[in-house]
């Protein structure tokens, strides 16, 4: 099954790299704001079907562009296609992107695979045997410390994306890492922590085709994946934080309020950080300086709730250095 995978991925990224030598002449439609398909993913997928459901009839598909509407319904086997993973990065050059392909059986993800046709770059996983980059056996990064790390992340990028939580969840990773990154291709990110290039990644608003090729390489790579507050089963959830025992732990600390599965004791904090935010803005009585702007509404799936910065800003000489990025 992994290798009729590869040989799938092969197909897809042997269309995407005809395509890349004129991508001028793609054509890209729009499924909402900032969300673009062109005719490469969607040609792409099509090799991928047809190479899987070609050894596999019975199998059931799963894909980001036709959805379920090919391969059998009622299948215990079930293949999870992402054909172009970062289309946007694609269609504008920057060669950044791959295929990602997994197989879940029963709903557990055993077979994934994620082509890098820029690089030729295979990182495949078959469930209790490890991860592999090309022939190479990969293990995630030993570094233990979150201030040593280089994190990877996603940004918002269409409406309702939550973009005030976002920052404050991105301010507190800044602040406490060497680095972060966004590569914009969230199953190669999740490659790269699984051959240690990244100590960690996190990213909301993902689909099960961004993560669940990347999730079996994490595991089998050593590392450890869930959502925001640490749960395993987060395919569906929309939220991934990835990394070693030692920073997937911390990214979850750090991250785990702003969850939408957070508890509320973790909701708590997050609202009044931003009470706090809102009483440092105001200005002071007679003061000639103008009053610094106070933390915006955001809205979490599950509750309404204020986020402003997750901590009171501290004095100057409270301060820690910055950190490079």
Known sequence: MLNVAIKAARAAGAIINRAALDVESVRVSVKQTNDFVTEIDQAAEAAIIE?????????????????????????????????????????????????????????????????????????????????????????????????????????????????????????????????????????????????????????????????????????????????????ADFMDHGECVAGNPRIYGALVGALGKYSKFAGAGDKATVRQAALDGNAEAAPAPGGDEPAVPAPGKTTLKSKRIKAGESKPAATPSQSPPDAPF
Request: glycine share 12%.
């Open 51 to 231: 190479t899987l459901l070609t050894a596999y009839p019975g199998h059931g598909i799963l894909a980001e562009e036709s959805g379920s509407e090919h391969g059998a319904r009622d299948s215990e086997f079930v293949w999870i296609i992402d054909p172009l993973d970062g289309t946007t990065n694609f269609i504008h050059g920057f060669p950044v992107y791959c295929v990602s392909i997994a197989l879940a059986v029963r709903g557990k993800v055993e077979q994934a695979v994620v082509y890098d046709p820029t690089r030729n770059d295979i990182f495949c996983a078959t469930k209790g045997r490890g991860a592999y980059q090309n022939d190479r056996r990969i293990r995630v990064a030993k570094r233990t410390r979150l201030q040593d790390c280089l994190i990877s992340t996603g940004f918002p990028y269409r409406p309702g994306d939550k973009l005030k939580t976002y920052l404050n969840m991105l301010g507190e990773v800044m602040s406490q890492t060497a680095g972060v990154r966004r590569p914009g291709a969230a199953a190669l990110d999740l490659a790269y922590v699984a051959a240690g290039y990244s100590d960690g990644f996190f990213e909301a608003n993902l689909q099960p085709w961004d993560v669940a090729a990347g999730s079996l390489l994490v595991t089998e790579a050593g590392g450890l994946i869930g959502n925001f507050t640490g749960e």
